[in-house]
């Protein structure tokens, strides 16, 4: 029975030996960061939120679908993101005081970033009937 201690201890600190080597410290460089995908072009990209004092932040969405956006007045606080997103079967595109939004086919979104006060129609130019208002205020 002698022979199985000294095997154990052996074993034991073979087992120490590979869990230190293999866990990692602190001096162990940070994991590699995960890879990102290339945005495919023409595809919806999300427009980031700008960050409002306190750390709150303004993300409001207006649906297109069924030959209209809901809601069709929007009031938001500046600065605000509006997330344009289609629901309807037929292809969208928002055009507004000063941006002109890519192309939405179902289920696909785009935002724009309302900076200043003021009331800004938008419509859709691929399905006339379909327009709005964003109210921005301070």
């Known amino acids: ?9 052996a074993a034991a600190a073979l087992a120490l030996a590979l869990a230190a080597c293999t866990h990692g410290g602190p001096e162990s ?28 932040v303004c993300i409001e969405t207006v649906v297109i679908q069924d030959g209209r956006a ?23 595109q928002i055009q507004g005081h000063d941006f002109l939004l890519g192309e939405m086919a179902k289920d696909q979104s785009w935002a724009h970033t309302y900076k200043e006060p003021g009331a800004f129609e938008y419509v859709d130019i691929r399905n006339a009937g379909i327009r709005g208002r964003v109210i921005v205020r301070r």
């Open 70 to 92: 809901a809601p069709e007045t929007l009031n938001v606080t500046a600065p605000c993101v509006v997330l344009f997103s289609n629901r309807g079967e037929s292809v969208a």
């Open 29 to 56: 460089p940070p994991p590699a960061p995960a890879s990102q995908q290339t945005p495919t072009p023409g595809a919806a990209q999300p427009t980031p939120a700008p960050a409002l004092p306190g750390g709150a």
């Open 1 to 9: 029975m002698r022979w199985w201690r000294p095997s154990l201890l």
